[in-house]
């Protein structure tokens, strides 16, 4: 997620990438990015370093692997809390990107097992090289907008990935101040979702207010969704609809409610 509050001119470039979306100009959101950061050039704000490098070695981290602390207390509190995270985190990406492609049916992500574990093994193949978290991100969101509906739009962003990787210095060229108004475009795509909650129940919409106002707050959908569960439970309970909650909600509340006392 974004990893700082979005100022006034991030939101000048949502604009020009929310104005390319309703012309239905075909990669708007990438065009929006290319020209921000081709402005920044002359202004040297975006700094050029090549075109073309080798990717860096993987020996330093390949299977560079330390069991050594497999069996403190830390080590335990640290692995369920990167679990959490990386479960609900992509949970939450997954239902919210499905929300926009129209695949829910009856409010449920048909083949969802399949896409955990494909993250799951995501998740761990990148943690043997030794890369940071590799997981499905809401910037999906933008692809979908763009008309990206199967799987085939997953296979060729895999292949330009490849591709990226002997191009970094190029792509190291585009500043993190021209993607961030793609992450707020895709906010935009995803608070269409927020229609769709019951507004007549307090009981339901509540829950859900917290869990899209602490996402943002705290830069992480994973703790969104967790206090959005907890929030929801004990409403629940307080509201004397506890049969409205089925057990599974309960426990991964209490759950949730231990790893963020443990945790913090």
Known sequence: M?????????RHRGRLIAAFDRRRITGGTLIGILIVAVIGIPLGLAKYGGIVSMPPSLAPTFLQLDFSR??????????FSILFVDVFDNAGTLIGVTQRTGLMVDGKLARMKQALIADSFAAMFGSLIGTSTTTSYIESASGVAAGGRTGLTA???????LLALFFAPLAGMIPAYASAAALLYVACLMARSLADIDWEDATEYAPAVVAAVTMPLTYSIATGIGLGFITYTLIKIIAGKVHEASPAVMVLAVLFAIKFAVAG
């Not at 497999?70 to 692995?79: G, I, K, N």
């Open 2 to 10: 974004h990893d700082h509050p979005v100022t006034a001119s991030e």
């Open 155 to 161: 296979a060729v962003v895999s292949i330009l990935f």
């Open 70 to 79: 497999a069996f403190e207390l830390s080590f335990v509190v640290v692995v």
